[in-house]
C-alpha cells in the first residue's frame, strides 16, 4: 500500500510503526458553527482512509478533536449572550447529526481542547526548560529558528518567511525576539474564558493543541497525521516544531492532506454567496450523496461541488444501491438455495472487480478508481443475477458489493441503517396497539421489523429483539 506523504512529496510504501496497528490523528473542526462542506472533505476523506486500513486487517486508533475555545467561539457566544461552552457544546452535537448522516465512523478518541489544558501547560513548560520557547509578559512564544527542520513540511525557507511574514505576525509581535516566533500561551482578555498556567490566566494558542492530543492519546510518534492542505502552514508546520522539540523524536511518518473543495469553479467564501453548511445541503440530498461525491475524485485533486455534478452522483449511487435492492427481491423469490458448480465459477470471476478495487486503493487511496471498479462489478451482478439464481449466489453477490461499498461508507443495504432506538420506538408502538386491542397494527409493525431484518420475541420479562 502506497501513500502521497506531503513530508517527502512523494508516494511512499506504508509500514506501520507498530505491525497490524495505525495510529492517525486528524485535525477536527473549530465548533462555533454548522459545519460546511468544506470541513466535511476531509472528514469523509480520511474516515475512508481508516476503513480501508480496517478492511485491511489493521487496527486503527483514531484520533480527532474539537476545537472548542476559539476567537469566533468567543465571538459568538457574546454576541448570544451565552457562555463559550454553550456554544461549542451546541455545535458539536449537530457536528455529530451531520458526521452521522455522512455515516462518518466516531472517532476512538475526540479529545476537546479545554479538557486537555493542562497536558498543553505541561508541553509548554518543557519547551521553555528545552530553551525552545520564552515569556513575555504572560505571554509564550516558540522561538521558531531554534528548529532547524522548521520548514520541512510546507517547503518554506525561513528567510522567505521573513521577508513577506507581514501575515505571520500577531498582537504584541513587539515583544517576540523574532518575528517568526509563534504562541504558545496568551493571556486573557476581557469577557474570555481562562485557565492558570505558570505564567499568566489566559489560554493556549491554537497549534499547541494538537500536539499534546495527539502526544496523549497516541503516544509521541504517530503513523499519520492528516488535514486539509489549508493547515499545512503553519498549523501543521508549528505542531512539528513543538512536538518534535519537546519530545525528542520523529513526530509523524506520513502527512496526508486533501485539497480544496470548490463551488461552482470558486473558492468557497461567505463574502461571494457560495457558502454551504452541511445542514443545508442535507435539505436537498439525501447526505450519503455528498459523501459519494467527495469519493467520485482523488483526495489530493480540488473538487468541484455543483448541482450538476451533485445531482450525477446522486444517479450513480442510485445504480448501486438499485442493484442491491434487486438481489435483496431476487433472494425473497429464489427457487433454489444452494450454489450450482457454474454459479460458483460465475461468483469467482468477480474476484477481479476485487483485485480492481484493491489496487485502486493501495495506490495512495484512489476512491474514483475504487468506484469505477464497483460500477463493473454492478454491472458483473446486473448480467449474472436472474430469476433462476439460488439464494446463496445472490446472497454471495450483495455480501460482496456491501463489505466494498462499506469500506467507502457508502450504505447500499438499507436494513443496515435501522438504530437500536428505532426498534425500541416500534416496540413501544407495537405494545400500545396490543394494549388498545389494535392487533392489525401490532401485527404490521411486526412486520415492518421483520422486512429491517429485526425478529421480536414475547417473553415473561418482555418483548426481546435479535437480528435475523
Given at each position: 500500500m502506497k501513500l502521497y506523504n506531503t513530508l517527502s512529496k512523494r508516494k511512499e510504501e506504508f509500514v506501520p510503526l507498530e505491525q497490524g496497528k495505525v495510529k492517525m490523528y486528524v485535525c477536527g473542526p473549530t465548533v462555533y458553527?454548522?459545519?460546511?462542506?468544506?470541513?466535511?472533505?476531509?472528514?469523509?476523506?480520511?474516515?475512508?482512509?481508516?476503513?480501508?486500513?480496517?478492511?485491511?486487517?489493521?487496527?486503527?486508533?483514531?484520533?480527532?478533536?474539537?476545537?472548542?475555545?476559539?476567537?469566533?467561539?468567543?465571538?459568538?457566544?457574546?454576541?448570544?449572550?451565552?457562555?463559550?461552552?454553550?456554544?461549542?457544546?451546541?455545535?458539536?452535537?449537530?457536528?455529530?447529526?451531520?458526521?452521522?448522516?455522512?455515516?462518518?465512523?466516531?472517532?476512538?478518541?475526540?479529545?476537546?481542547?479545554?479538557?486537555?489544558?493542562?497536558?498543553?501547560?505541561?508541553?509548554?513548560?518543557?519547551?521553555?526548560?528545552?530553551?525552545?520557547?520564552?515569556?513575555?509578559?504572560?505571554?509564550?512564544?516558540?522561538?521558531?529558528?531554534?528548529?532547524?527542520?522548521?520548514?520541512?513540511?510546507?517547503?518554506?525557507?525561513?528567510?522567505?518567511?521573513?521577508?513577506?511574514?507581514?501575515?505571520?505576525?500577531?498582537?504584541?509581535?513587539?515583544?517576540?525576539?523574532?518575528?517568526?516566533?509563534?504562541?504558545?500561551?496568551?493571556?486573557?482578555?476581557?469577557?474570555?474564558?481562562?485557565?492558570?498556567?505558570?505564567?499568566?490566566?489566559?489560554?493556549?494558542?491554537?497549534?499547541?493543541?494538537?500536539?499534546?492530543?495527539?502526544?496523549?492519546?497516541?503516544?509521541?510518534?504517530?503513523?499519520?497525521?492528516?488535514?486539509?492542505?489549508?493547515?499545512?502552514?503553519?498549523?501543521?508546520?508549528?505542531?512539528?516544531?513543538?512536538?518534535?522539540?519537546?519530545?525528542?523524536?520523529?513526530?509523524?511518518?506520513?502527512w496526508m492532506h486533501n485539497a480544496f473543495l470548490n463551488i461552482d469553479n470558486r473558492k468557497m467564501s461567505k463574502s461571494l454567496g457560495n457558502f454551504f453548511t452541511v445542514r443545508e445541503i442535507s435539505e436537498k440530498y439525501d447526505l450519503q450523496i455528498l459523501r459519494f461525491f467527495m469519493l467520485s475524485a482523488h483526495y489530493r485533486s480540488p473538487l468541484n461541488f455543483s448541482t450538476e455534478l451533485m445531482d450525477a452522483a446522486g444517479t450513480g449511487l442510485e445504480r448501486i444501491i438499485t442493484a442491491a435492492e434487486n438481489l435483496k427481491f431476487l433472494m425473497g423469490n429464489a427457487k433454489a438455495q444452494d450454489m450450482t458448480d457454474a454459479e460458483r465459477e460465475a461468483f469467482g470471476k468477480t474476484q477481479e472487480y476485487v483485485a480492481g478495487f484493491e489496487k485502486a486503493m493501495d495506490d495512495d487511496f484512489n476512491t474514483a478508481d475504487a468506484i469505477s471498479s464497483i460500477f463493473e462489478l454492478v454491472k458483473y451482478i446486473n448480467t449474472t443475477a436472474g430469476g433462476e439464481s439460488s439464494a446463496e449466489y445472490l446472497q454471495s453477490l450483495l455480501d460482496l458489493l456491501v463489505k466494498l461499498t462499506d469500506v467507502l461508507g457508502i450504505i447500499v443495504d438499507k436494513n443496515e441503517e435501522i438504530l437500536a432506538e428505532d426498534i425500541e420506538a416500534l416496540i413501544e408502538q407495537r405494545q400500545a396497539a396490543r394494549k388498545n386491542k389494535n392487533f392489525a397494527r401490532a401485527d404490521e409493525i411486526r412486520d415492518e421489523l421483520l422486512e429491517k431484518g429485526i425478529i421480536l420475541e414475547d417473553t415473561r420479562e418482555g418483548v426481546k429483539w435479535k437480528k435475523a
Open positions: 458553527n454548522y459545519i460546511h462542506i468544506g470541513n466535511a472533505r476531509p472528514m469523509i476523506v480520511f474516515d475512508t482512509v481508516r476503513r480501508y486500513f480496517e478492511y485491511k486487517g489493521y487496527e486503527v486508533n483514531y484520533v480527532s478533536n474539537f476545537t472548542d475555545v476559539d476567537d469566533k467561539i468567543i465571538k459568538k457566544a457574546i454576541e448570544e449572550g451565552v457562555t463559550t461552552s454553550e456554544v461549542s457544546q451546541r455545535y458539536i452535537e449537530e457536528c455529530k447529526k451531520d458526521m452521522k448522516a455522512m455515516n462518518v465512523k466516531p472517532a476512538t478518541k475526540a479529545p476537546l481542547a479545554t479538557e486537555e489544558i493542562c497536558g498543553m501547560v505541561d508541553m509548554i513548560q518543557t519547551l521553555i526548560d528545552k530553551g525552545y520557547a520564552y515569556e513575555k509578559n504572560g505571554t509564550v512564544y516558540y522561538r521558531t529558528r531554534k528548529f532547524k527542520d522548521y520548514g520541512k513540511l510546507s517547503h518554506k525557507n525561513l528567510d522567505d518567511l521573513q521577508s513577506g511574514g507581514r501575515s505571520l505576525l500577531v498582537s504584541g509581535q513587539e515583544q517576540k525576539e523574532d518575528s517568526l516566533d509563534f504562541v504558545l500561551w496568551k493571556p486573557k482578555k476581557e469577557g474570555e474564558p481562562a485557565w492558570e498556567s505558570p505564567w499568566s490566566e489566559g489560554r493556549p494558542g491554537w497549534h499547541i493543541e494538537c500536539s499534546e492530543m495527539s502526544k496523549k492519546y497516541l503516544g509521541e510518534q504517530i503513523d499519520i497525521h492528516a488535514g486539509g492542505e489549508d493547515l499545512v502552514f503553519p498549523h501543521h508546520e508549528n505542531e512539528i516544531a513543538q512536538s518534535e522539540s519537546a519530545n525528542g523524536k520523529e513526530f509523524a511518518k506520513y
